[in-house]
Structure formats: structure tokens, C-alpha cells
């Protein structure tokens, strides 16, 4: 005889259903902070850029994950002679085959709910016949929370990240260090010139594309100021770069960065690698699923791991988000066939540090 009440059978399916049909339909902007590392991160401005493939996941020894990475190969600049020594090359020399870079990645850290949310079966099943309101109420409050504590870690990890800048004026910022511009005139007016010395610096570092700003105080205020409006206002992310660069407020970036300090990154050279357990799992009945949904903001760009089961202990129901992750900087100095790996750039990671001050 069974101990379970005979409405059990398929109960908060509708829930289960809304749960995976979310495409970033209640992404508003209107509460909690703005993500602008993590809405960065899994932009069509970065991830479209990447020059990296993950070709599979494999299983790690207890928690850890390892993504098998693919990269193109890039030549250091000492690839290429003249002179004599160029004249000295031969189609019967010697030749070199190159060959894709490829580097293991463990997936080590993960982000998730402090401890599952626990339901009665009464309150639960009454839940379940507004399944947006128990989604809006519950689930995605507890994910807000989650995302906005991976997004200060993602800013971390980037940060630890930055490389050499090997500025247009011949000088260089040390690498983990940041540059100061005087991105607000005294008067109050923005500092075109000031910006325009960040873009100089990008460009001869080398990069393509628009670079990415996450930050907030007077990186903010100058965009404000220009009446620019740039990245994270609305889905689907930037649809422009203002002023060559795509800019993204960040609410976390003054505690974590430091007072008024940017990350200004090359499109693609970094990359969040998850891992989702239950995408080998999925174990998906009516009193325990182990399945995979994706993200109310991001939609399938961010993928979560969904445990639901019923304990008989409490006579309750419990559910649990998590996902594993890894941020990758894809400028990797073995990915270079010859000499130094960025000759003339060495230690330049594609993510630099900016300072906007305000001038007195």
C-alpha cells in the first residue's frame, strides 16, 4: 500500500514545464543589482568571439569537472623574417604542421542555493496552480541571489586576469594593475579625449572589435552624462557599441574592483566553461527529478542543475539549484607555436584595468 496521497502522481509538472520553457522573458532590470560581469560574460558580444571550442566534459575524481578545450594557434610575431634569413628559406626545408592547442580545464567551483527550499505538500500543491507566481516568488528570487554572488566572483576571477597594457604612447601598465584616465573634465563634462586614449591603448595591444567595459561609479556617469545607453538596459544585450565599446554596469564592480576601476576586455578572451551533472542524469519522475532548466534571465545561456524530491521525513518537498563553472582566459602562451608567445605583447591576457577619475 502506498504512503503517498493519490494527487502526488505528477504533481508540479506545470511548474517543472514553466520552469523549462523560461527564455529570459522577466529579465527587467527593475530589481536587484545590475550583473554587468556576468550579463558580459554570456553576451553574443563575447561569447561569438571566442576562440575557443569545448569539444566535451568528462568526469573528474569527486566534484571537479574537466572540459577538454580546443584553440586556434597563433604565431608570435618572430614568425616572420626578411632579409637574407628570408631569403634563405626553402620550399624543401624543413616544414611545421600546426596543430590546434588543445588544454584540459577543471571545472572546480560551483554556485548554488546556501541549502534547498523546503515545501509542504499543501502549500506546494497549492503553489502549483500559479506556477509563474511560485517561480517569481521562490525560484527566481533564490536565483537572483545566487546570480548576483557568482557575478562577484566572476569579477574576481577576470580581474586576476589582467594582463600588460602596452599603451599607444610607448608606456606600459604592470600587469593586475590599473591605468587612471580623467574620464570626467572638472566642469562636469565628459572627456572624450580621456576615452579615446583607452580605445589608442586597445587597438595597440593588437585587438579587434569593440572592447567590453564593465564597471560603475564614473565609468557610469559618463555614459550618463552622454546620454549613452549601453548594455545591460534590456534583452537582448547590447545591440550596439556606443562610442566604440560596449559598456555594462556592474553594482558589484566598486566593492570588488575598487572605487570608479573598470575591466576593459577584448571580446572572447574570457570565457565561463559550466557543468551541469544532471544533463547525464536525467532522472525525471513524479517524486524525484534530477534535470537541467534554463537560467529566467539568460535563458539557455546559462544552463542550472534542478533537484526535486520528496522527502518522507518532513513530509515536504525540496528543491535545489546549482551549477559548476570555470572562468577561462583564452590568451594561453602555450597556444603559440614559436618564440614568444606574444613577442612584443608578452603577458597581455586581452583584459585590462582602468581607473576613471574625475579631474579637480
Not at 561569438?48 to 569539444?55: D, Y
Not at 632579409?83 to 580545464?105: R, S
Not at 572638472?186 to 586614449?197: M, V
Request: proline share 4%; charged share 20%; net charge negative.
Amino acid at each position: 500500500m502506498s504512503i503517498y496521497n493519490t494527487d502526488l502522481a505528477g504533481l508540479c509538472e506545470a511548474i517543472v514545464a514553466y520552469s523549462e520553457d523560461i527564455q529570459g522573458q522577466n529579465y527587467t532590470f527593475k530589481l536587484g543589482k545590475m550583473n554587468g560581469m556576468l550579463d558580459a560574460i554570456v553576451s553574443p558580444e563575447n561569447v561569438g568571439s571566442s576562440p575557443v571550442e569545448v569539444l566535451s566534459l568528462q568526469d573528474g575524481n569527486g566534484k571537479l569537472r574537466t572540459a577538454r578545450v580546443i584553440s586556434k594557434q597563433q604565431f608570435a610575431s618572430d614568425w616572420a623574417v626578411d632579409g637574407t634569413t628570408a631569403e634563405d628559406v626553402d620550399i624543401c626545408d624543413d616544414g611545421i604542421e600546426p596543430e590546434p592547442f588543445e588544454d584540459f580545464v577543471k571545472i572546480d567551483d560551483s554556485i548554488g542555493f546556501a541549502q534547498p527550499l523546503q515545501f509542504s505538500h499543501s502549500k506546494l500543491k497549492e503553489y502549483c496552480e500559479n506556477p509563474q507566481t511560485f517561480m517569481q516568488s521562490y525560484l527566481n528570487e533564490a536565483l537572483r541571489t545566487v546570480r548576483e554572488r557568482w557575478d562577484r566572483r566572476i569579477l574576481a576571477a577576470v580581474e586576476a586576469d589582467i594582463g600588460v597594457n602596452y599603451e599607444h604612447d610607448g608606456t606600459q601598465t604592470a600587469a593586475g594593475a590599473y591605468k587612471g584616465i580623467d574620464l570626467i573634465n572638472a566642469d562636469g563634462t565628459p572627456n572624450y579625449l580621456a576615452f579615446s586614449e583607452m580605445e589608442l591603448d586597445y587597438e595597440n595591444n593588437n585587438l579587434n572589435g569593440n572592447p567590453i567595459i564593465v564597471g560603475q561609479g564614473n565609468w557610469a556617469q559618463y555614459y550618463k552624462l552622454q546620454n549613452l545607453v549601453c548594455c545591460n538596459e534590456a534583452v537582448p544585450f547590447g545591440d550596439v557599441a556606443a562610442e566604440g565599446a560596449y559598456f555594462y554596469k556592474d553594482q558589484h564592480a566598486n566593492t570588488v574592483l575598487g572605487a570608479n576601476n573598470a575591466l576593459v576586455i577584448a571580446p572572447g578572451a574570457t570565457q565561463l566553461i559550466t557543468y551541469q551533472e544532471n544533463t547525464l542524469l536525467d532522472i525525471n519522475n513524479d517524486l524525484v527529478k534530477h534535470i537541467t532548466i534554463p537560467d529566467p534571465v539568460y535563458g539557455n545561456a546559462i544552463m542550472w542543475d534542478l533537484d526535486f524530491k520528496w522527502d518522507e521525513c518532513t513530509k515536504s518537498y525540496k528543491w535545489l539549484a546549482k551549477t559548476y563553472f570555470k572562468v577561462y582566459n583564452t590568451f594561453q602562451a602555450e597556444a603559440f607555436p614559436s618564440g614568444s608567445p606574444l613577442g612584443d605583447r608578452n603577458g597581455m591576457t586581452g583584459i585590462f584595468g582602468y581607473t576613471a577619475n574625475k579631474a579637480s
